[in-house]
């Protein structure tokens, strides 16, 4: 093995309408990514690519005006996160929020934007 030389592993993350590739240091423990990845962005959802949950909270959010950060995941990348392998996973300013079924009580309580706003993933509303 060569000295000196750093290894790295591109993932794929989709934000809005793009995608980007965002370069992981393999020395970084899979824990530490996903903190730093909910860190980073203010609005993050793990996902499964055919998951239909996935699909809805993704629209939900979209629906809001909230362009969040999607990071699809297969199947041993998901034992690996820690939201005991529940997709969807969405993480807003830091922090777990859940899965589909928390997202829409959050809606639906009207607790929702408000977080979004705080978080800094939705600009506070504008009242004429």
């Known amino acids: 093995m060569m ?4 290894h790295q592993v591109r993932l794929e993350l989709t934000t809005g309408a793009s995608t980007s590739p965002l370069a992981i240091d393999v020395a970084e423990s899979t824990e530490e990514r ?3 990845l909910v860190t980073e962005n ?8 055919s998951c239909c949950m996935c699909h809805v909270m993704r629209n939900l959010l979209h629906t809001i005006g909230v362009h969040p950060t999607v990071i699809e995941l297969d199947e041993a990348e998901i034992a690996a996160i820690p939201v ?3 997709t969807p996973a969405l993480f807003v300013g830091g922090t777990r929020i859940g899965g589909l079924e928390s997202l829409v009580g959050l809606h639906l309580s009207n607790r ?3 977080l979004l706003v ?3 993933a939705l600009s506070a ?4």
């Open 125 to 128: 509303p504008v009242w004429v």
């Open 112 to 114: 929702l934007v408000p």
């Open 42 to 49: 203010p609005a993050v959802i793990f996902s499964r690519p």
């Open 34 to 36: 996903i903190q730093r």
């Open 118 to 120: 705080d978080a800094g």
């Open 3 to 6: 000295q000196g030389v750093q």
């Open 84 to 86: 005991s392998g529940e």
